[in-house]
């Protein structure tokens, strides 16, 4: 049974760091892309960040270069998403997702998705 469950969300102020988990099972983590996505309110989701199979190769929304940092460790079946100097406009439900998400619009939840976590990043 695949699962993603991400932890980590929270309530920040601006400028503050969030360090996101997702603990992955039931499938190799090695042979999977993992991909952040994210729901601000009132809007549809987006990716935000993407790393391929090894975690060498990272791919970042625009929004978010320079700021926010995704990795996995295979070995430990888990991904992270590191925030910092997080922003209003990063509020939202984040959610890590198994897959290569990029090329998909518009996003859809489905099984390979984690529940989310909440970010509030507010003053």
């Known amino acids: 049974q695949v699962q993603l469950v991400e932890s980590g969300g929270g309530s920040v102020q601006p400028g503050g760091s969030l360090r996101l988990s997702c603990a992955t099972s039931g499938f190799n983590l090695k042979a999977w892309y993992i991909t952040w996505v994210r729901q601000a309110p009132g809007k549809g989701l987006e990716w935000v960040a993407v790393t391929n199979t090894g975690g060498r190769e990272k791919y970042y929304k625009d929004s978010v270069k320079g700021r926010f940092t995704i990795s996995k460790d295979n070995d430990k079946n888990m991904a992270y998403l590191q925030m910092d100097n997080l922003k209003p406009e990063d509020t939202g439900v984040y959610y890590c997702?198994?897959?290569?998400?990029?090329?998909?619009?518009?996003?859809?939840?489905?099984?390979?998705w984690g529940q989310g976590t909440q970010v509030t990043v507010s003053s």
């Open positions: 997702a198994r897959g290569d998400l990029r090329r998909f619009n518009p996003l859809e939840r489905n099984g390979n």
